[in-house]
Each structure stands twice: as C-alpha cells, then as structure tokens.
C-alpha cells in the first residue's frame, strides 16, 4: 500500500489545494491531508476551523484522511507509514521552493520521495495569501474556494476590523 502526506497550512484551503489532494488520492492508497499545527506565520483560522474545511472538502474522497501534526514533516511522514510527501507547483517560484525542501527532507529522510503536482492553469494564481487580500478587498472569492470556505472567511475579516491589516499578509495587488 502506497501512503502520501499532503502537508501546508491551509489557511484557508482553496480550490488549487483541493484539486491537489483529489488529484493524489487518484495516485496513492491513502492520503494524509496535513495541516501543520503552528505554521511560522499569522494564521487566521485554528487548527480546527482550518481541519472542518479539509474535512468537508475530503468527504467524497474515501482514500483521505485529514489530520494536523507538529514537527518535521517527514517525522510525521514516517509515522503514518507516507513514502510520499506531495506538493503543488504554481510557478516558477514554487518550483524553488519546493526544490529546497524536497532537498531538506530527502536529507532527513532519503525513504521519503517528494512528488509535485502541477496545479491546473484555473488555479495557477492562487494563494491563500492571494485569496486572503481579495477577500479583504472585498472582490469576489466565488471561484477561488467553496461556498463554506468563503462565507467563514467574510466573517471572519468582519471580526476583525481595524485590525485586519496585522493578521491578513498583503501580497501587493493593491498597488
């Protein structure tokens, strides 16, 4: 049986990840929908909020499992049984990234191969950063995420105020 993690923070998912974990569910005997528990940045979501969206988008996908870890990934990874850590690649940009923790990991963990999927063209813009700012902007998300992810996400710049400029990191489609 072939195991793979797909690990991010997800906050929030879009529709680029959800094509991503329906796509390896297709290559892969299980999948673990990972979402890191404390990522390094200003997150808007809990770990909760953000593992009801993957759950709710994974429960037509029987071969998904969604779950949160701390840690390495590849510590996570082997105590699943993964084999596999998948990624999506946008562009370019992407492609250096996940090339430098694919390296990184291989280091810790050379029984651990890093697959990258490239996303659909539909999506190769997408960030939740990206997804973040529109919705602050108040632009239409519709096409971006599914209608639960959304509505929370409203709701939660809403709740925010003034102070959203502190928890939502801008990535300069404002200027």
């Not at 710049?157 to 939502?168: F, S």
Request: glycine fraction near 6%; hydrophobic fraction near 40%.
């Amino acid at each position: 049986m072939t195991i793979a993690i797909y690990p991010g923070s997800f906050d929030p998912i879009h529709n680029g990840h959800i094509e991503i974990v329906r796509r390896a569910s297709l290559l892969f005997d299980e999948v673990y929908w990972a979402a890191y528990d404390r990522p390094l940045k200003n997150v808007l979501f809990t770990e909760q909020e953000r593992l009801d969206f993957m759950r709710q988008a994974a429960r037509d996908l029987p071969k998904v499992q969604v779950r949160s870890y701390h840690g390495l990934t590849v510590l996570f990874a082997r105590q699943v049984g993964a084999t596999a850590i998948v990624r999506g690649l946008r562009a370019t940009h992407d492609f250096e990234i996940e090339y430098q923790m694919a390296l990184t990991n291989h280091q810790q963990a050379p029984e651990i191969d890093t697959v990258c999927l490239m996303t659909g063209a539909q999506y190769a813009f997408l960030s939740s950063s990206i997804l973040k700012e529109v919705a602050l902007a108040n632009g239409n998300i519709s096409e971006m995420v599914p209608p639960y992810v959304a509505t929370k996400l409203q709701t939660r710049i809403a709740q925010l105020g003034e102070d959203r400029g502190e928890k939502v990191k801008l990535v300069s489609l404002q200027e």
